[in-house]
């Protein structure tokens, strides 16, 4: 294990009571319990409240533009496939926005890790609809009620592809952890939606209501199977949150199915492009 105060960066600016603060614990103690550095991975931020973790969480990074967190994830794992790469972005910036990414990443088993703040909100433009807002919720940029009815992001992401789906809650640190923990150490895409209420701009769904509606999948829960994972996905549109590893199953990753990429990483191989080259006209 290495030292957690390691990953320490800024103090965060997140609104006290915001599950962003038990989320961003937890990546810390994942991150320390499986004995990474913070120059042993990569953390691709999206923007928002969630993405502002770029400056409270120490670690080679990148903070992308809104929505393309996930393409630059690929970016860096293609360059390092033995890199760790992990995503943190919002709803917003995952599910919204770049939503395209997702399906593209998990239908290509790209070998990272993403971590959605599902505030069902946009947090940082203070309060706006997000695509997992329930029909009908009120916020400033549907001052009578969302027409659309929301995106199921675990229904998405399991149909779409994605060898790991999990699902875990902001309020609970220690359970998050673990899904945290079993997601990076996955083989393929991995997903973890994580319940995170916003208490500024999110007064429906509040910890009382996920309380209120979630449950943990027992023990002897069986998450190689597709179809019952499926159907456990579909809960979440009667508003029931299954938390836990939804789906797992091994399947060749992109890069393992990349002849070029079979011995070496593509920085460790000895010919490579000197794009220093394209730029010597201008210089
Ligand atoms: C290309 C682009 N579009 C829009 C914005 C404005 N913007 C910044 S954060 C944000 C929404 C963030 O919501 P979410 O991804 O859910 O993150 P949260 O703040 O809730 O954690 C938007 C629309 C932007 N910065 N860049
Ligand atoms: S606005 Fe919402 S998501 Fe952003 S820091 Fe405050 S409580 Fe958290
Ligand atoms: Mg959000």
Redesign the pocket.
């Given at each position: 294990m290495s030292n957690i105060r390691d990953f320490d960066g800024y103090k965060p600016t997140w609104c006290p009571g915001c599950g962003?603060w038990g989320i961003g614990a937890a990546l810390k103690i994942a991150f320390s319990q499986l004995g990474f550095t913070p120059s042993s991975i990569v953390v691709v931020f999206?923007?928002?409240?969630?993405?502002n973790m770029n400056d409270f969480l120490n670690a080679y990074a990148v903070h992308s533009?809104?929505?393309r967190a996930i393409p630059n994830a690929i970016g860096v794992k293609l360059a390092n496939h033995k890199l760790p790469v992990i995503v943190v972005?919002?709803?917003?910036?995952?599910y919204?926005?770049g939503g395209n990414h997702l399906i593209h990443a998990a239908r290509g088993n790209h070998d990272i890790t993403v971590i959605v703040?599902d505030?069902r909100?946009?947090?940082?433009?203070t309060g706006?609809v997000?695509p997992t807002a329930q029909k009908g919720f009120k916020s400033k940029s549907t001052p009578v009620g969302i027409i659309e009815s929301p995106i199921n992001p675990l229904s998405l992401a399991l149909t779409q592809g994605a060898t790991f789906v999990a699902q875990a809650f902001a309020g609970d640190t220690l359970h998050t952890i673990e899904i945290i923990k079993k997601a990076i150490e996955h083989k393929g895409f991995s997903i973890v939606n994580i319940l995170q209420p916003?208490v500024t701009f999110n007064k429906v769904n509040t910890y009382d209501y996920y309380l209120k509606r979630l449950y943990k999948l027992t023990a002897d829960y069986q998450a190689d199977n597709y179809q019952i994972a499926i159907k456990k996905t579909t809960e979440m549109n009667e508003e029931k949150f299954p938390l836990g590893i939804i789906y797992q199953v091994r399947r060749p990753t992109y890069t393992e199915q990349l002849t070029q990429l079979n011995k070496n990483t593509l920085t460790e191989k000895e010919r490579y492009l000197d794009f220093n080259l394209l730029f010597s006209d201008f210089v």
């Open positions: 962003d999206g923007i928002g409240c969630s993405g533009l809104h929505g972005a919002g709803d917003g910036d995952c919204g926005e703040h505030n909100v946009y947090g940082l433009t706006q997000a916003c």
